[in-house]
């Protein structure tokens, strides 16, 4: 009576330890095929998710792509979101999130950044390199919305706003501009003739879907300060965010980034 009480009381053990076992060799082999979460500004969008698919091509692994101003994107990383590489389309961000110790490794530049000047089919604006049309517009007295990302946040927003000072256009034309949260949507403020055009990244510019739907020409780059954009992982990176972060320094990644109209530096870390 007793031995058989003993032996139920084995056979509930080894049983509630299976259990336990099974659980967390589930829950690791679930954990290892998480798809991180990447925040990249909004100016990479469409070149990233080539990119990305030709890693998952290559690879086999995924990841997920979460896109923003980096401004905005370093205050979610700040507060605690999960994402494991950060893609900026600068520097400044991502040498403030190394000082707060949110990173690992060493930052990358990984691309410099231009800006375009766009706007929609039927917009009276003529495009040049040196912003002489949107000067003209204004003294006519037909430019009343001009689209640019929000300089507060967004670096392309503060190119454009420098690009705008450095022609003396600034002033001049604060009451007609309309802030975009981020490149994105100051893009599709003209691509939807909300504005007359916008100062937006040549990357959006030249994506196909976007490119034939407007025109547009880029800017020189001598009127605003380079846009070199770098990237870093954060101390939540796993193994598959490693190896992106490592493909986006690859040849492969470097011709689809030409491809949108980004110049490639000498890749160095920082």
Same mark, same amino acid.
């Given at each position: 009576?007793?031995?058989?009480?003993?032996?139920?009381?084995?056979?509930?053990?080894?049983?509630?330890?299976?259990?336990?076992?099974?659980? +967390?060799?589930?829950?690791?082999?679930? #954990?290892? @095929?998480?798809?991180?979460?990447?925040? $990249?500004? !909004? =100016?990479?969008?469409? %070149?990233?998710?080539?990119?990305?698919?030709?890693?998952?091509?290559?690879?086999?692994?995924?990841?997920?792509?979460?896109?923003?101003?980096?401004?905005?994107?370093?205050?979610?990383?700040?507060?605690?979101?999960?994402?494991?590489?950060?893609?900026?389309?600068?520097?400044?961000?991502?040498?403030?999130?190394?000082?707060?110790?949110?990173?690992?490794?060493?930052?990358?530049?990984?691309?410099?950044?231009?800006?375009?000047?766009?706007?929609?089919?039927?917009?009276?604006?003529?495009?040049?390199?040196? +912003?002489?049309?949107?000067?003209?517009? #204004?003294? @006519?007295?037909?430019?009343?919305?001009? $689209?640019? !990302? =929000?300089?507060?946040? %967004?670096?392309?927003?503060?190119?454009?706003?420098?690009?705008?000072?450095?022609?003396?256009?600034?002033?001049?034309?604060?009451?007609?501009?309309?802030?975009?949260?981020?490149?994105?949507?100051?893009?599709?403020?003209?691509?939807?003739?909300?504005?007359?055009?916008?100062?937006?990244?040549?990357?959006?510019?030249?994506?196909?879907?976007?490119?034939?739907?407007?025109?547009?020409?880029?800017?020189?780059?001598?009127?605003?300060?380079?846009?070199?954009?770098?990237?870093?992982?954060?101390?939540?990176?796993?193994?598959?965010?490693?190896?992106?972060?490592?493909?986006?320094?690859?040849?492969?990644?470097?011709?689809?980034?030409?491809?949108?109209?980004?110049?490639?530096?000498?890749?160095?870390?920082?």
């Amino acid at each position: 009576m007793n031995m058989r009480r003993f032996n139920g009381n084995r056979l509930v053990w080894f049983y509630r330890l299976f259990i336990a076992v099974f659980a +967390l060799t589930f829950s690791a082999t679930s #954990l290892s @095929q998480q798809v991180p979460p990447i925040a $990249a500004a !909004a =100016n990479v969008r469409f %070149a990233m998710n080539d990119i990305a698919k030709q890693f998952t091509q290559q690879s086999g692994m995924q990841i997920r792509l979460s896109y923003g101003s980096s401004g905005q994107l370093v205050q979610q990383i700040k507060h605690g979101a999960p994402f494991q590489l950060f893609i900026s389309a600068d520097q400044h961000y991502v040498d403030w999130l190394t000082q707060q110790g949110l990173t690992q490794g060493q930052s990358v530049i990984y691309a410099i950044g231009r800006l375009a000047l766009v706007k929609a089919k039927d917009s009276p604006l003529t495009l040049d390199p040196e +912003l002489q049309g949107v000067s003209r517009l #204004l003294t @006519q007295g037909k430019l009343s919305r001009f $689209a640019i !990302a =929000n300089p507060e946040h %967004a670096p392309y927003g503060l190119a454009a706003k420098q690009a705008l000072e450095h022609q003396g256009l600034w002033k001049r034309l604060h009451k007609e501009l309309i802030m975009g949260e981020n490149v994105g949507q100051a893009a599709q403020f003209a691509l939807s003739n909300a504005t007359q055009g916008a100062i937006i990244a040549l990357s959006l510019a030249k994506a196909p879907n976007y490119s034939s739907k407007v025109d547009y020409v880029a800017l020189a780059p001598e009127l605003h300060q380079p846009l070199h954009q770098a990237m870093v992982l954060t101390n939540k990176a796993d193994s598959v965010a490693k190896k992106f972060f490592l493909f986006l320094q690859s040849q492969t990644a470097q011709d689809t980034l030409r491809k949108y109209g980004f110049d490639i530096p000498t890749l160095k870390s920082h």
